[in-house]
């Protein structure tokens, strides 16, 4: 196998700022060749295999940073290896390169006679259809074992975890431990919520879900239906606070022929439909107190009397209820019966609000995104602005409203770039630090450190996540004396 990426000639004037220097911060170099891996430098000082970042103006786009590192000094240059930064700056690349891939009849990776461009190289196996829209994301998937041996030294936990996530969820399409596509999460909370999942969903024990609105109770209790012995059963849902209290035990137990004005014929209630599933009783804590007793009675002896009937039926139905409602606080103040709580209570999983969920709420966007863009046939995308601003919403409505702003922004935008205003989301102002008060300087140190690692050590990643200009950043690393060695 040649190249593991194309190499073309090129000539982009470019920045270099050094991030453990006290005396050249920055010098002017040229790219005289570039790929997607590495590239040629003219001009460029360094004699060290330091890190550094490197800001080449690109035609057409401007400039983009990535991190650098390097090689080799020779004659005619030096050559450095390139480290990916965000898809949008990798994407600019890649364009830049095909647009200046030279026309020729040979393989450009290993220079195999191959002209057709239309698939793979009969040698290599690369793909070679450079004008499709996907291909770049297709060439590192089918490159992703090579690239990632390149850079092992380089690796600590979290990116060998946000490796893991890769392989899982887009070359062996594992779902995030969820069986629900839209059950998303790789917090530690919905890691906690998945694993507590698995273990009650093949058991016959009542289940109550704790968390706030639209933090995704139901979809929750159909996760617990799906991964039990019940999956082939009904899965029945009841909002308990959407009926009115005269409609409600009707609803829930079902009634008679004539039983009251209006029951024109025998109905069959939510209990008795759930028959050999699961019920789902949201919204428990407003049910009103004579149906506690009777959901409690039914709880002890699972038989279910339809209203205006002398008869009981026996029914097999796994009870999951949510709420939420402090149910310690309605039972002190004696609007919930304590019984009952400790009854439904045999096993309590609690769903942290969406603003506790870190990423989460980008990969949640991300998805919901996908899904209208499949639903319209429309290709979508979020700007930068809206990924930051996804970030740091409070998300009161949680994911319920977060779906909603993604469809709102979908339906608003009228390109294929969703920004915050499209969303009504509040655009993040550069000029506002995040943390105002003042820390001590060992503090802020380890801070920068921090955020640096954080974002793969991308100075205008780390400096938008403090809400700071890039120069801002580098008078920060300047400052408290951050060297090479305190970013591993």
Same mark, same amino acid.
């Given at each position: 196998?040649?190249?593991?990426?194309?190499?073309?000639?090129?000539?982009?004037?470019?920045?270099?700022?050094?991030?453990?220097?006290?005396?050249?911060?920055?010098?002017?170099?040229?790219?005289?060749?570039?790929? #997607?891996?590495?590239?040629?430098?003219?001009?460029?000082?360094?004699?060290?295999?330091?890190?550094?970042?490197?800001?080449?103006?690109?035609?057409?786009?401007?400039? @983009?940073?990535?991190?650098? &590192?390097?090689?080799?000094?020779?004659?005619?240059?030096? =050559?450095?290896?390139?480290?990916?930064?965000? +898809?949008?700056?990798?994407?600019? #690349?890649?364009?830049?390169?095909?647009?200046?891939?030279?026309?020729?009849?040979?393989?450009?990776?290993?220079?195999?006679?191959?002209?057709?461009?239309?698939?793979?190289?009969?040698?290599?196996?690369?793909?070679?259809?450079?004008? &499709?829209?996907?291909?770049?994301?297709?060439?590192?998937?089918?490159?992703?074992?090579?690239?990632?041996?390149?850079?092992?030294?380089?690796?600590?936990?979290?990116?060998?975890? &946000?490796?893991?996530?890769?392989?899982?969820?887009?070359? #062996?399409?594992? !779902?995030?431990?969820?069986?629900?596509?839209?059950?998303?999460?790789?917090?530690?909370?919905?890691?906690?919520?998945?694993?507590?999942?698995?273990? @009650?969903?093949?058991?016959?024990?009542?289940?109550?879900?704790?968390?706030?609105?639209?933090?995704?109770?139901?979809?929750?209790?159909?996760?617990?239906?799906?991964?039990?012995?019940?999956?082939?059963?009904?899965? @029945? =849902?009841?909002?308990?606070?959407?009926?009115?209290?005269?409609? #409600?035990? =009707?609803?829930?137990?079902?009634?008679?022929?004539?039983?009251?004005?209006?029951?024109?014929?025998? $109905?069959?209630?939510?209990?008795?439909?759930?028959?050999?599933?699961?019920?789902?009783?949201?919204?428990?804590?407003?049910?009103?107190?004579?149906?506690?007793?009777?959901?409690?009675?039914?709880?002890?002896?699972?038989?279910?009397?339809?209203?205006?009937?002398?008869?009981?039926?026996?029914?097999?139905?796994?009870?999951?209820?949510?709420?939420?409602?402090?149910? +310690?606080?309605?039972?002190?103040?004696?609007?919930?019966?304590?019984?009952?709580?400790?009854?439904?209570?045999?096993?309590?999983?609690?769903?942290?609000?969406?603003?506790?969920?870190?990423?989460? &709420?980008?990969?949640?966007?991300?998805?919901?995104?996908?899904?209208?863009?499949?639903?319209?046939?429309?290709?979508?995308?979020?700007?930068?602005? =809206?990924?930051?601003?996804?970030?740091?919403?409070?998300?009161?409505?949680?994911?319920?409203?977060?779906?909603?702003?993604?469809?709102?922004?979908?339906?608003?935008?009228?390109?294929?770039?969703?920004?915050?205003?499209?969303?009504?989301?509040? !655009?993040?102002?550069?000029?506002?630090?995040?943390?105002?008060?003042?820390?001590?300087?060992?503090? +802020?140190?380890?801070?920068?450190?921090?955020?640096?690692? !954080?974002?793969?050590?991308?100075?205008?990643?780390?400096?938008? !996540?403090? +809400?700071?200009?890039?120069?801002?950043?580098?008078?920060?690393?300047? $400052?408290?004396?951050?060297?090479?060695?305190?970013?591993?």
């Amino acid at each position: 196998m040649g190249r593991l990426d194309v190499r073309v000639r090129t000539h982009l004037d470019s920045t270099v700022c050094y991030l453990a220097r006290e005396d050249t911060l920055e010098e002017r170099v040229t790219i005289r060749e570039l790929s #997607l891996s590495g590239a040629l430098v003219v001009g460029l000082s360094t004699q060290l295999s330091e890190l550094f970042a490197i800001r080449p103006v690109l035609p057409g786009t401007g400039e @983009v940073e990535l991190l650098a &590192k390097l090689v080799r000094q020779g004659k005619g240059g030096a =050559a450095i290896r390139l480290y990916y930064s965000d +898809q949008n700056t990798m994407q600019a #690349l890649w364009e830049h390169i095909r647009d200046h891939l030279p026309p020729t009849s040979s393989c450009p990776y290993c220079g195999h006679p191959d002209d057709s461009r239309e698939g793979s190289c009969d040698n290599c196996n690369l793909y070679l259809n450079f004008s &499709k829209k996907n291909y770049l994301e297709r060439h590192i998937e089918n490159t992703f074992a090579q690239r990632l041996n390149i850079r092992l030294s380089r690796l600590n936990l979290e990116h060998i975890q &946000k490796i893991i996530h890769f392989v899982d969820s887009k070359l #062996l399409k594992i !779902q995030h431990r969820s069986p629900d596509r839209e059950f998303i999460g790789t917090s530690p909370g919905m890691l906690s919520v998945f694993s507590m999942l698995r273990k @009650v969903a093949p058991t016959e024990m009542s289940v109550l879900l704790l968390g706030e609105s639209g933090t995704g109770k139901e979809v929750t209790a159909r996760s617990l239906h799906t991964l039990s012995g019940r999956r082939d059963g009904p899965f @029945v =849902a009841v909002n308990c606070a959407a009926i009115p209290e005269t409609l #409600l035990e =009707a609803e829930l137990f079902g009634y008679e022929k004539g039983a009251f004005t209006g029951a024109y014929a025998t $109905k069959k209630g939510k209990f008795e439909s759930a028959d050999g599933g699961t019920l789902f009783l949201d919204e428990i804590g407003d049910l009103p107190a004579t149906l506690q007793a009777k959901l409690l009675r039914f709880l002890e002896d699972r038989l279910v009397q339809p209203v205006g009937s002398a008869l009981s039926k026996k029914i097999d139905v796994r009870i999951v209820a949510a709420t939420n409602c402090d149910l +310690q606080l309605s039972m002190a103040q004696g609007r919930f019966r304590t019984d009952l709580f400790y009854r439904l209570n045999s096993f309590t999983i609690k769903l942290p609000p969406l603003r506790e969920r870190g990423d989460d &709420k980008v990969r949640l966007a991300t998805y919901f995104l996908e899904k209208f863009s499949r639903n319209e046939n429309r290709f979508m995308e979020f700007s930068e602005e =809206a990924l930051e601003a996804i970030r740091r919403h409070p998300w009161p409505g949680n994911v319920r409203e977060l779906e909603n702003k993604v469809r709102r922004g979908f339906l608003m935008a009228t390109g294929r770039v969703i920004d915050p205003e499209c969303m009504e989301l509040d !655009q993040v102002d550069p000029a506002v630090v995040p943390d105002p008060e003042p820390k001590p300087a060992s503090a +802020q140190r380890d801070y920068v450190i921090k955020v640096l690692e !954080q974002n793969g050590y991308v100075i205008a990643k780390a400096a938008r !996540q403090m +809400q700071i200009s890039r120069p801002s950043m580098y008078a920060l690393i300047k $400052k408290h004396g951050i060297s090479r060695d305190d970013m591993k």
